[in-house]
């Protein structure tokens, strides 16, 4: 599905990945965990295609073998790659109906943006005044992640990250949300990043990968998360 090859990624003059090698299959769940500051939303952030993240000349990375590595954001994206920032952005003026029209213009009708707007919502308990409100205007922190997974139902990438959607939600929200992810997670392969295992009630991670210091230095299952859980970066095996 995509494949990274001698990664490398520098933020102004820092380097934050380095050299990561790694292959993400199609129809699998992947945990992506870390330390504060070691790396992940770079991470997700240089595979979306983001312009403010460098690759070095050796990069590389192949969306179903293709190489992607110099496709702008929005190109990477109409291929089926999707991420859910960490902090999503306030958009204003423009609600969610809007900017999915606006992203889907000539591949899915906006009446069926419309119906699929209003079935996902009830899925994700988001009320309807929230929608019809500019995206992310005012919604709280929770709200905003909730109308992040609806904007990827909607969109149906091949290819999720999601940052940190499980940090700052309530119990029932996470619920929603982990259900539905586990329910969408058919033929397409998800990236959770994650400081946590509670979301992992609901969806099964096939594997767990820890970046530190920019570096993937630990493969592994869930049992590797509830090991970080006991014990912190520092003293697992
Ligand atoms: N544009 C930038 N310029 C300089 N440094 C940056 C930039 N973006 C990120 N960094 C630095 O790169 C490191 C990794 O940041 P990143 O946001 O990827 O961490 P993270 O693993 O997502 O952390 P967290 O768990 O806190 O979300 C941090 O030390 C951060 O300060
Ligand atoms: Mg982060």
Redesign the pocket.
């Known amino acids: 599905m995509i494949t990274l090859k001698n990664f490398t990624v520098k ?4 380097i ?1 990945l380095k050299n990561i090698n790694y292959a993400f299959e199609k129809n699998k769940v992947y945990c992506l965990m ?12 240089a595979i979306s295609g983001h312009p ?2 460098e690759l070095d000349e050796k990069s590389k990375i192949y969306f179903e073998k293709q190489d992607i590595t110099d496709l702008s954001s929005d190109k990477r994206a109409k291929k089926g790659i999707f991420l859910s920032f ?1 902090t999503p952005l306030s958009l204003n003026g423009v609600n969610v109906f809007q900017l999915l029209r606006l992203a889907l213009s000539g591949t899915k009708d906006p009446l069926k943006i419309k119906k699929e707007i209003e079935i996902f919502a009830k899925k994700l308990n988001i009320k309807k005044e929230l929608i019809e409100r500019s995206l992310n205007d005012g919604a709280s922190g929770g709200e905003k992640k909730k109308l992040e997974m609806l904007q990827a139902a909607i969109i149906n990438p091949k290819f999720l990250i999601l ?2 959607v499980d940090t700052g939600v309530d119990v029932d929200a996470l619920r929603s949300i982990g259900r539905f992810l586990d329910e969408f997670k058919k033929e397409k392969t998800i990236v959770l ?1 994650t ?1 946590y295992s509670r979301i992992l009630k609901y969806i099964n991670p096939d594997k767990v990968l820890v ?1 530190i210091d ?1 570096k993937i230095q630990k493969e592994g299952t869930k049992e590797l998360v509830k090991e970080i859980e006991d014990k912190g970066y520092g003293k697992t095996s």
């Open positions: 933020a102004g003059e820092k934050i870390g330390p504060n500051g070691s790396g992940k939303s770079t991470f997700a952030y403010g993240y960490q940052d940190e990043i400081h970046i920019g």
